[in-house]
């Protein structure tokens, strides 16, 4: 698949060197929510490569939940996953860039031409022992290092060298049947990103690594939900800004802190609609988050549960089967409302200093049992300027349940 647009796919050394520079030079700057330019400018410059991309509408669902938060859809019914993306933020400038941006994640990782990818198996490549076994799909054998797959070349950030992935583990090109040998390891997009600089774009791949990380780890934990449940009112402004509003409209939400071995933040939240009335959406909505402190993650996941009502009542979720939609949902539903509504007690966590910088991230990573970090450049594009990573953190714990 190609556009025939410049600078739109993986182009060897050029964009490694790229990235690595950049990179390097950025490893202690802030992570802060600075913008390159105003949102609205930035937006502009964003849709001529949403028509390279194939993206055919930018929506605004903000009106169709009564909650009015900013929320926007953006459709590329040629994609090879999932044909929409959500965006949120504070401003509906803000969640378009969210929307285009993901949706643009998955157009990149599209277009990883298998000419720059080498056949061969673990064994043969001298992969490490373990490196990518938690990594591997449920069908996968034991024998799978000394099976044939594709491998593309990835760039250690704390060695500063080359080390080769499975390049199932870096494009989305899910199609059926699935791309030659393709089989091996999880579909999954986690530590897809696309941002205005290299090093802010691999920050926010590696914090949704994290997160996913410490989910997995979360559901596998016996009584988490009665363990690690977080009172709303030590979530900061934001937090109680939007509970107010949920207040106003009868939702009620609850916070639940999922421990990752790097000390790290990440929140999951859960929303529900409350009354005897007939709701507009019956079912739970969540969002899970990582975060420099508590209280972002906390709130970009109260914005991501939010986000997920008005994508529902949109119809949008094209990734859910005809049997999700055959279960009977009254025990579901009165099982999230006592999960919410009755929260027992809460925990008291000693918050770990704020992430400061991606050096500061990467250190914290360094400390645990979850590198290394891996970087996969995709894509750059001069005129957002846009730029799009794969992270992987192939020894993390692998999130692929389907809620």
């Known amino acids: 698949m190609s556009t025939g647009e410049p600078d739109c796919a993986v182009e060897g050394g050029d964009l490694f060197d790229e990235f690595a520079a950049e990179v390097t030079a950025n490893r202690g700057a802030s992570l802060g929510r600075a913008d390159v330019d105003p949102p609205d400018e930035y937006l502009r410059r964003l849709l001529p490569i949403c028509r390279h991309a194939g993206v055919t509408r930018v929506a605004d669902l903000t009106g169709l939940d009564r909650l009015g938060l900013p929320t926007v859809q953006a459709i590329r019914p040629a994609a090879l996953s999932e044909v929409t993306s959500l965006g949120r933020g504070r401003s509906i400038a803000h969640a378009a860039i969210g929307a285009i941006m993901e949706t643009l994640e998955r157009h990149y990782a599209e277009l990883v031409p298998a000419t720059s990818a080498v056949l061969g198996s673990a064994d043969e490549l001298a992969i490490l022992e373990g490196l990518f076994d938690s990594q591997l799909d449920d069908h996968a054998t034991s024998a799978w290092r000394s099976t044939p797959t594709l491998w593309i070349m990835g760039h250690d950030l704390r060695l500063r060298n080359t080390q080769m992935v499975p390049l199932e583990l870096v494009h989305t090109r899910y199609t059926d049947p699935p791309p030659d040998f393709d089989g091996l390891f999880l579909r999954t997009t986690t530590g897809l990103a696309c941002h205005s600089t290299w090093h802010q774009a691999t920050a926010h791949a590696l914090f949704e690594c994290i997160e996913r990380d410490a989910i997995a780890r979360a559901f596998d934990t016996h009584g988490f939900f009665d363990r690690y449940r977080l009172s709303p009112e030590s979530l900061g402004p934001a937090v109680d800004h939007l509970t107010a509003l949920l207040a106003q409209h009868n939702i009620s939400a609850g916070f639940w802190h999922a421990p990752s071995p790097t000390g790290v933040a990440v929140v999951w939240c859960q929303t529900i609609e409350l009354g005897g009335d007939h709701p507009v959406l019956a079912l739970p909505t969540e969002g899970y988050s990582a975060g420099q402190d508590l209280?972002?993650?906390?709130?970009?996941?109260?914005?991501?549960?939010?986000?997920?009502?008005?994508?529902?009542?949109?119809?949008?979720?094209?990734?859910?089967?005809?049997?999700?939609?055959?279960?009977?949902?009254?025990?579901?539903?009165?099982?999230?409302?006592?999960?919410?509504?009755?929260?027992?007690?809460?925990?008291?966590?000693?918050?770990?200093?704020?992430?400061?910088?991606?050096?500061?991230?990467?250190?914290?990573?360094?400390?645990?049992?979850?590198?290394?970090?891996?970087?996969?450049?995709?894509?750059?594009?001069?005129?957002?300027?846009?730029?799009?990573?794969?992270?992987?953190?192939?020894?993390?714990?692998?999130?692929?349940?389907?809620?």
Do not use: W
């Not at 914005?303 to 949109?314: K, N, T, Y």
């Not at 119809?315 to 539903?333: C, E, L």
């Not at 992430?355 to 894509?379: C, F, K, M, N, Y």
């Open 295 to 403: 209280a972002e993650a906390a709130e970009n996941a109260m914005r991501e549960a939010l986000a997920a009502r008005a994508g529902a009542i949109s119809g949008a979720r094209d990734d859910q089967t005809t049997r999700h939609y055959h279960k009977r949902v009254d025990r579901i539903v009165a099982k999230a409302r006592q999960l919410i509504l009755n929260p027992g007690s809460f925990t008291q966590i000693v918050e770990a200093p704020p992430v400061s910088s991606l050096q500061d991230l990467l250190d914290r990573i360094a400390d645990t049992e979850l590198g290394p970090v891996l970087a996969v450049p995709l894509g750059s594009h001069p005129d957002g300027p846009v730029r799009c990573v794969r992270m992987l953190m192939p020894r993390a714990r692998p999130f692929s349940v389907v809620r």
